[in-house]
């Protein structure tokens, strides 16, 4: 099998060998023997945040099929939710708006699995997943045990958690939301183009429903909804985070540049405004890869795109914004036998 036929981008190459884990024994059984065999394991779940080597990898990779979704706890002030890492997180998400949970509204339309969003606490438009979990079961590789981390343990940050620093140590199993019965309206809006676009003032509410399909209309637009056939979905989502820098560097940028004056006292700032300030616009080409024509963060392979041309572009793309800037941009998804 070619990863390219399991990763949204739609490029790496052949796989040594892959099994699919449709339970959660057989996931752990898979990894383990990997483990014990020293053979290289890498988990798949939608594959919406890897960017592959054209070579392929040279290992066992495990496809996360795991189903479930079970609830624990259903009072009149939420629910305690328990999903499966292998569900699909939309999935889920419009699951927990047809049940009236709040909490994971503003996340709809994000592609891959469960499982996957806590590693880099996934996040969109005002929510991030580290809002919502409680815990994650996991198979910590090192210890051959199955062990729950709590939130505490998560240690989760702006697309972080402690998985993101362990990557060959825990397979997540599960992941248990605390969610709150909505009575029909969704978490306080933070997002001010979401507030904008439901014609709310930011920290207000709206209608649960609305919030969801609101959230896919603004993504939609943006190239941020998987479509097979958008070139401008084939990508990894971001392809740079946002950085977050210290004061001193903040003021270094042009006054116009964008600003988020973080709690810790750092001020996070726009990659997107940065790279098209550098001078890469929407749609900006590369041989077979290119920007998003929607948004200049995704980087995109427009159909016959390989891996080492992609991740050119990602070169090209942070060198230019940090001779611009001075910033260095940081990759966002796993890249998986090359590097940037
Ligand atoms: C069009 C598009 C839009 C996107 N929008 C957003 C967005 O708005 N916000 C956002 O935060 N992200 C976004 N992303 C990125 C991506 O969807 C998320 O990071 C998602 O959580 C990845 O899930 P996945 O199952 O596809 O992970 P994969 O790509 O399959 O894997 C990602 C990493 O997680 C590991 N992994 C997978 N499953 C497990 C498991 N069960 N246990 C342990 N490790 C595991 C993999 O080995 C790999 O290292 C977007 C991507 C695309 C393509």
Not at 63 to 83: H, K
Not at 249 to 264: C, G, S, T, V, Y
Request: aromatic share 6%.
């Amino acid at each position: 099998m070619l990863l390219s036929e399991v990763t949204t981008l739609r490029l790496g190459g052949p796989a040594e060998q892959v099994i699919e884990a449709v339970d959660e024994a057989s996931l752990i059984d898979a990894v383990r023997e990997a483990d014990r065999a020293g053979r290289p394991v890498l988990l798949v779940g939608g594959g919406s945040n890897l960017v592959v080597a054209d070579s392929g990898f040279a290992g066992t990779v495990v496809l996360v099929r795991t189903r479930g979704v079970e609830v624990s706890a259903d009072a009149c002030s939420g629910a305690t939710v328990t999903v499966a890492a292998g569900e699909s997180w939309d999935d889920f998400v419009r699951h927990a708006v047809d049940h009236d949970w709040a909490g994971v509204e503003a996340l709809a339309g994000i592609p891959g699995s469960v499982g996957a969003t806590v590693i880099q606490n996934v996040g969109a438009y005002g929510q991030e997943v580290a809002d919502t979990i409680v815990s994650a079961r996991t198979w910590d590789r090192r210890e051959e045990r199955v062990r729950t981390l709590m939130f505490d343990d998560l240690a989760f940050g702006y697309r972080h958690s402690r998985l993101k620093d362990e990557p060959d140590r825990y397979v997540v199993l599960t992941v248990t939301f605390q969610l709150r019965f909505a009575a029909g309206v969704g978490e306080p809006v933070r997002y001010a183009e979401l507030a904008a676009r439901l014609g709310v003032d930011v920290g207000e509410r709206a209608p649960l429903g609305a919030v969801r399909e609101t959230v896919l209309a603004l993504r939609r637009g943006k190239g941020m909804v998987l479509d097979p056939q958008d070139y401008d979905t084939w990508s990894a989502g971001s392809f740079f985070t946002n950085p977050v820098l210290s004061a001193a560097e903040a003021r270094r940028l042009p006054a116009e540049a964008p600003r988020f004056p973080q709690p810790d006292g750092r001020v996070k700032t726009s990659a997107a405004w940065l790279i098209s300030h550098a001078g890469f616009a929407k749609g900006y080409r590369r041989g077979g890869v290119g920007l998003s024509t929607k948004h200049v963060l995704a980087l995109t392979n427009r159909g016959n795109g390989t891996t080492a041309e992609l991740l050119d572009l990602a070169r090209e793309v942070r060198d230019g914004v940090d001779g611009r800037f001075g910033v260095r941009l940081v990759n966002e998804p796993v890249i998986v036998g090359a590097r940037l």
